[in-house]
């Protein structure tokens, strides 16, 4: 497991993206996607030496980042896309799918999944939401643990809105207690319980590693 290194400031900063509602709904909020790869660009321009990935938790989400990307940089043929001594870190965007083994110094996470309906919170989260085996724990471990020096969520999601009680889901109560643990900085460690079957070692093993990172 890699988690962010200890710094003199936490490690975690939280993006919450506000608008306009038809800018902050569907599964990849077009105010989200904007945010995003400003955050990646000035990353990039600013602090060379840094590597940088992106995790979306959707896979159309994914898709609209990079083309935000490819529109957001134009013709900006300066723009360092690694470390000078690392090409092989080249900054990527992926899915929550398709990140694991992938390893960079900052990675921002973009969750995607904004509101359906006007005034009423969004429950479900695309793969976060898959119980059998602990499938959406897993995917969210995976994601929360590929940055070497920090990590950026972006999200229209505001956690402190939800009800625990509420949660059903045991990844998607899993994810807003992950989200609230970004957003005050590494304070609120939440509560998280898995009341199923026993777990087996492997997923005991991907339990108490989310635990370390602050959730539950």
């Given at each position: 497991?890699?988690?962010?290194?200890?710094?003199?400031?936490?490690?975690?900063?939280y993006?919450?993206?506000?608008?306009e509602?038809?800018?902050?709904?569907?599964?990849?909020p077009?105010?989200?996607?904007?945010?995003?790869?400003?955050?990646?660009?000035?990353n990039?321009?600013?602090?060379p030496?840094?590597s940088?990935?992106v995790i979306?938790?959707?896979i159309?989400?994914?898709?609209?980042?990079?083309?935000?990307?490819?529109?957001q940089?134009?013709?900006?043929s300066?723009?360092?896309?690694?470390p000078?001594?690392?090409?092989?870190?080249?900054f990527?965007?992926?899915?929550?799918?398709?990140i694991?083994?992938d390893?960079?110094?900052?990675?921002?996470?973009?969750?995607?999944?904004g509101?359906?309906?006007?005034?009423?919170?969004?429950?479900?989260?695309?793969?976060i939401?898959k119980?059998k085996?602990?499938?959406?724990?897993r995917?969210?471990?995976?994601?929360?643990?590929?940055?070497?020096?920090r990590?950026?969520?972006?999200?229209?999601i505001?956690?402190?809105?939800?009800?625990?009680?509420?949660?059903?889901?045991?990844?998607?109560?899993?994810?807003?207690?992950?989200?609230?643990?970004?957003?005050?900085?590494?304070?609120?460690?939440?509560?998280?319980?898995?009341?199923t079957?026993p777990?087996n070692?492997?997923?005991?093993?991907i339990?108490?590693?989310l635990?370390k990172?602050?959730?539950?």
């Open positions: 497991i890699t988690a962010p290194s200890v710094t003199s400031t936490p490690p975690f900063k993006h919450l993206v506000t608008g509602f038809k800018e902050i709904s569907g599964v990849s077009e105010a989200e996607c904007i945010k995003t790869i400003e955050l990646v660009i000035n990039l321009r600013n602090k030496e840094e940088v990935a979306a938790f959707g159309e989400h994914a898709r609209r980042l990079k083309n935000e990307f490819s529109k940089v134009g013709e900006e300066d723009l360092a896309e690694y000078e001594d690392r090409p092989e870190e080249k990527i965007i992926r899915h929550l799918e398709t694991q083994g390893e960079r110094d900052v990675v921002i996470i973009s969750t995607g999944y509101p359906k309906e006007l005034g009423k919170l969004r429950n479900d989260f695309g793969p939401n119980s085996n602990l499938s959406g724990l995917r969210l471990n995976v994601a929360v643990t590929r940055a070497r020096k990590v950026e969520v972006v999200s229209t505001d956690p402190y809105k939800y009800d625990d009680n509420k949660l059903i889901n045991i990844g998607a109560k899993g994810l807003i207690q992950y989200l609230r643990f970004v957003q005050s900085g590494g304070e609120d460690l939440g509560d998280l319980t898995v009341d079957v777990m070692p492997f997923e005991q093993d339990f108490d590693s635990r990172e602050g959730i539950g």
